[in-house]
């Protein structure tokens, strides 16, 4: 059974950093683009990154690009995000999913408040 299994996240203070973690199995992650989509509180789903099969092409919303780092361990089978001087308005639950949204993770609450 294909599953991509979330960690991290968590509560944080404006400034402050925090990393996500996803853990895929069942299925070839080493052929799948990956992303990480989130959803604010009241709001729809938004698309915040996404990597390319091998790691080279990594591609970021205007809103968290210089803040925020998406990688990949193919090797490992882990996709992860590292984020970096939060702003309250990166509150919200965070997705892994396969650029495709073929599978998608349980999702993880990031509260980023003072």
């Known amino acids: 059974e294909a599953q991509l299994v979330q960690s991290g996240g968590g509560s944080a203070r404006p400034g402050e950093s925090l990393t996500l973690s996803c853990a895929a199995s069942g299925f070839t992650f080493s052929n799948y683009g990956m992303k990480w989509v989130r959803q604010a509180p009241g709001k729809g789903l938004e698309w915040v990154s996404m990597?390319?099969?091998?790691?080279?092409?990594?591609y970021y919303q205007d809103s968290v690009g210089g803040r925020f780092t998406i990688s990949r361990d193919n090797a490992a089978k882990m996709l992860y995000l590292e984020m970096n001087s939060l702003k309250t308005d990166d509150t919200g639950v965070y997705y892994c999913?396969?650029?495709?949204?073929?599978?998608r993770g349980q999702g993880t609450q990031v509260t980023v408040s003072s």
């Open positions: 990597i390319s099969e091998s790691g080279t092409n990594k």
């Open positions: 999913a396969t650029w495709d949204d073929g599978y």
